[in-house]
């Protein structure tokens, strides 16, 4: 699909799509959902879930940084 018909069907400017699709070099379907589900992990584990938020955040950060390029 072309950036002008995404842009129009997600009700964004062109511009975002434009960017959106360069910030995604290097990420694969696999990648993103393994940075998604780290997210939403150290989020509950800061809001009380865990018993240590500095290291539900830095194991965040490593498992994001290892997604990216994960085939």
């Given at each position: 699909?072309?950036?002008?018909?995404?842009?129009r069907?997600?009700?964004?400017?062109?511009f975002?799509?434009?960017?959106?699709r360069?910030q995604?070099?290097?990420?694969?379907?696999?990648?993103?959902?393994?940075?998604?589900?780290?997210?939403?992990?150290a989020?509950?584990?800061?809001?009380?879930?865990?018993?240590?938020?500095?290291?539900?955040?830095?194991r965040?950060?490593?498992?994001?940084?290892?997604?990216?390029?994960?085939?």
């Amino acid at each position: 699909m072309n950036q002008e018909d995404l842009a129009r069907e997600l009700g964004l400017a062109p511009f975002m799509v434009r960017k959106a699709r360069g910030q995604l070099a290097g990420w694969s379907q696999q990648g993103v959902a393994g940075a998604i589900t780290a997210v939403a992990q150290a989020d509950a584990e800061i809001k009380g879930a865990g018993t240590d938020p500095v290291y539900a955040l830095e194991r965040a950060v490593v498992t994001i940084a290892r997604s990216r390029g994960q085939r």
